[in-house]
């Protein structure tokens, strides 16, 4: 085992690890945190800390940044690629990361100055004015809740309304079924019901020859046969075929969206791993914060100065824990525990 294999044993730098990774929310963060290494430079080591301190200062301040919350899109993401249609709610992923990296870059554009190493490592979300018309495009189409907004073409609308008005025609003709006396002895109960996407009624099993008409379905018990009346067959059809066409214009929908994606699949990536990165930095600051620790002078001359310093778990899981003043400079080269 070489010294610095040693070192992470000694520190239990994988215990570190997955208390650090509880701060983070997203998996991808989640994973950041948790094959955090162990700076060997001393320029790295600086940089990681500046852009915790930077972190910890605005998660503090009175504008603290945006929640870094946000899906794994990566494997839907490599599909559209290779040019598979992605359903309605992997789009609506791919608009939520869209919207979180528009509102880091203008978060962090704001305080730049307050962050300028965490700004600078975050440079390429100034790209997501590319993916301004992709984003758009989803929006319009992509409620929140991942299905597709009937507006999203015009000929969506026009084919929604159509079935609307073909189902609201179908059910006033149920309305006069159920309420009229010819099929009062023949109703099992008075209500509609779906069979196979077709409005049925149903009716006693003993009575099922009075009613011409398909039937689709028989009752768990026996008693009732759930019957399409031939008066509804025509309508039914009508439906049918309606809501085939939206179908249809649906998925070309997904379709095109989803060619829009794939078109800039590489600047998405791009944008995911850096919010990766900055959740990995905000879960450092919050950690740091739950530890209410405070960073310390790196150098590479060999000079060790800690004060009340504390081991992380031993703050973690108890209620007192003992600091030491830990010095070696010049002078003192040598630690004897």
């Known amino acids: 085992m070489n010294l610095f294999e040693q070192t992470r044993q000694v520190l239990e730098w994988g215990k570190l690890l997955e208390v650090l990774s509880s701060h983070a929310r997203s998996t991808m963060g989640v994973v950041r945190c948790q094959a955090a290494a162990l700076a060997t430079d001393l320029a790295e080591a600086q940089r990681r800390q500046q852009e915790t301190a930077e972190m910890a200062l605005l998660q503090e301040g ?4 945006p929640t870094l919350s946000f899906p794994d899109i990566r494997e839907p993401l490599a599909r559209a690629s290779k040019g598979a249609a992605l359903e309605a709610h992997e789009l609506r992923d791919q608009a939520l990361a869209l919207a979180l990296w528009d509102e880091a870059q203008r978060y962090l554009s704001h305080h730049a100055q307050d962050a300028p190493t965490i700004a600078s490592a975050a440079e390429v979300l100034r790209s997501i004015r590319e993916l301004k018309g992709v984003s758009h495009a989803l ?4 409620h929140p809740d991942g299905s597709i907004k009937e507006s999203a073409t015009p000929e969506l ?8 008005d073909l189902k609201q025609q179908i059910r006033h003709q149920l309305d006069q079924i159920l309420h009229s006396r010819r099929y009062a002895e023949l109703l099992q109960e008075q209500y509609f019901a779906q069979r196979e996407g077709r409005y049925v009624v149903p009716i006693k099993i003993e009575m099922r020859g009075r009613v011409p008409g398909i039937v689709h379905d028989v009752s768990s018990s026996g008693a009732t046969v759930f019957i399409e009346p031939r008066e ?3 309508l039914n059809n009508a439906i049918k075929v309606a809501d085939l066409e939206i179908d249809r214009e649906v998925r070309r929908i997904l379709r095109d969206l989803s060619g829009l994606v ?5 600047l998405i990536l791009e944008g995911l791993d850096v919010l990766a990165e900055l959740e990995f930095i905000s879960a450092r600051a919050s950690f740091g914060r739950q530890l209410r620790a405070h960073p310390v002078a790196l150098n590479d001359h060999g000079r060790v100065r800690l004060m009340q310093a504390r081991h992380p778990l031993l703050v ?3 209620e007192l824990v003992v600091a030491n003043d830990i010095r070696l400079d010049d002078h003192v080269q040598v630690l004897i525990i």
């Open 62 to 65: 009175t504008d603290p940044a």
């Open 232 to 234: 509804l067959v025509e």
């Open 316 to 318: 973690l899981s108890k």
């Open 139 to 142: 929006d319009v189409a992509i």
């Open 262 to 266: 794939a078109e800039k699949a590489e």
């Open 157 to 164: 609308r026009r084919l929604t309304h159509h079935a609307n």
